[in-house]
């Protein structure tokens, strides 16, 4: 795992976008796996800067997102479906068919789940994973206990994300309680990670994610399985970890450093 420690958000985000840019430039036509919440909005401003600026393409990407609220239609202003279209798509030239988000509004969600699997499979699986982190360690919305090897299903959401998302709705009681997701392993398979975290409230699970037992009391902590993660925090994210130096040295270095 790489840990790539940033001064700020707006640097945090920057070298972010620039690992998509890298991926994009190799592949035109790669598979990106978004995320949703407050800390990608820098990730992806900088990346409709980048289109706008220096027609960075998106003609020949596809995406698939992390999760929906279930029972939020796509136009409610905080369904993901709406926020990814806000702050994301209606900015970039993605062809609207290369669009996945999970449904938070089928019929069937087993066979959602099952199908969406599939079109990731289809697709030629992610190239890409963009993840943030809550403050209960999940990644997406695998809440402690989610199983190492989850796939894309329904999860009810812990009590700490509830309160976490509830500044977004009107009223505590507005957030859904119920999410789809893609799971622990869906996230795995993916050929590269990135996990962004900024902020003092989330130093402790990016510690706990970095540098703690692996374990799904902290789904995030899965990415220390991955082989090809890396992990973008500002210093107050990185408040907690105790290799702060280490991984600051190695980066420092990383010009000069033998090629892998
Ligand atoms: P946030 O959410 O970026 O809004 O803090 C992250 C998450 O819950 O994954």
Redesign the pocket.
Known sequence: MEVIIQPNYDQMSKIAAQIVVEVLNAKPNAVLGM?T????LGLYKELVRLHQKDQLDFSRVTTFNLDEYVGLPVNHPQSYHYFMHEHFFKHVNIPPQNINIPSGTTSNYPAFCEWYEQRIAQCGGIDLQIL???SDG???FNEPTSSMSSRTRLKTLSKQ?ID?NARFFERREDVPVYAITMGVGTILDARKLILIGSGKA?ARAIAQAVEGPVTSMVTASAIQLHRDAVVIVDREAAAELTMRDYYEFIYAAKPSAPRS
């Open positions: 995320a919440g407050s800390t990608p943030g982190i809550g999940h990644i997406a994300t976490d989330k």
